[in-house]
């Protein structure tokens, strides 16, 4: 059983461009969160997703970031007309039901805005 | 809102010692759970330790043990027989339903 698989591992964008990031749960997992952590800081919450809905998106910018979980493929993480500020690392986790109880970490996308 | 503070910043222990790791949270839920992460320099988020808010008895996990006092907020992870591959940063975190909550984290180095 492959872990919550994120890709890329590393993403170099220029100011002004857009940013995916992508993040395939577990097998089984219909529940997805997204979690930002900048440099020298703890992970933040971002939004929390189910197949097709958006749960929670408390902690998302409300400007230039999205992020959607469709019926089929992986979860993605928008970022619109990036700016250096968007340099992080972003991590996705997913679980079976709702609940982080048994929620499980992908390896992380570093984003770098140039 | 739930908080959770990591007042060490930074921790050293000599290899083969013990070492505590200090969490407390802020919540007023009854129900929650508590995690210990550990993140290499690879990044990777590593479970180290759960405990469940009802359960009374403190978690184990080989070398990894915590402390959790449910009244006074309190969540310590001790790491008995400390090895050069515990280095890491260890972050606390609070489970609520929909997220966690993590703590700013602990730089713990392992002297050899």
């Known amino acids: 059983n492959a872990g919550v698989m994120q890709n890329p591992r590393h993403l170099v964008r220029r100011r002004g461009q857009e940013a995916r990031l992508r993040c395939s749960p577990m097998?089984?997992?219909?529940?997805v969160y997204w979690y930002r952590q900048l440099p020298e800081e703890g992970l933040k919450f971002m939004v929390y997703?189910?197949?097709?809905?958006?749960?929670?998106e408390s902690g998302m910018p409300k400007e230039r970031f999205s992020a959607e979980f469709p019926k089929e493929g992986p979860s993605i993480l928008r970022i619109q007309q990036v700016v250096r500020g968007d340099s992080a690392a972003y991590f996705c986790?997913?679980?079976?039901?709702?609940?982080?109880?048994?929620?499980?970490f992908g390896q992380g996308t570093r984003l770098t805005v140039v | 809102a739930q908080t959770v503070t990591q007042s060490q910043p930074e921790m050293s222990v000599q290899e083969a010692e013990t070492v505590t790791l200090s969490c407390t949270y802020d919540?007023?839920?009854?129900?929650?759970?508590l995690f210990w992460y550990k993140q290499p320099p690879s990044r990777q988020m590593i479970l180290v330790i759960r405990?469940?808010?009802?359960?009374?008895q403190n978690a184990t996990e080989n070398r990894f043990s915590v402390n959790f006092q449910k009244a006074a907020k309190s969540f310590s992870l001790k790491i008995s027989d400390s090895q050069l591959g515990d280095a890491a940063m260890y972050f606390c975190?609070?489970?609520?339903?929909?997220?966690?909550?993590f703590g700013t984290g602990t730089s713990l180095t392992v002297i050899p």
């Open positions: 986790a997913s679980s079976p039901l709702g609940g982080v109880a048994e929620a499980f």
């Open positions: 097998k089984g997992h219909s529940h």
């Open positions: 997703l189910q197949k097709e809905n958006i749960i929670d």
């Open positions: 919540t007023s839920e009854s129900d929650y759970y």
């Open positions: 405990q469940e808010a009802y359960k009374q």
């Open positions: 975190a609070y489970g609520g339903y929909n997220q966690f909550y």
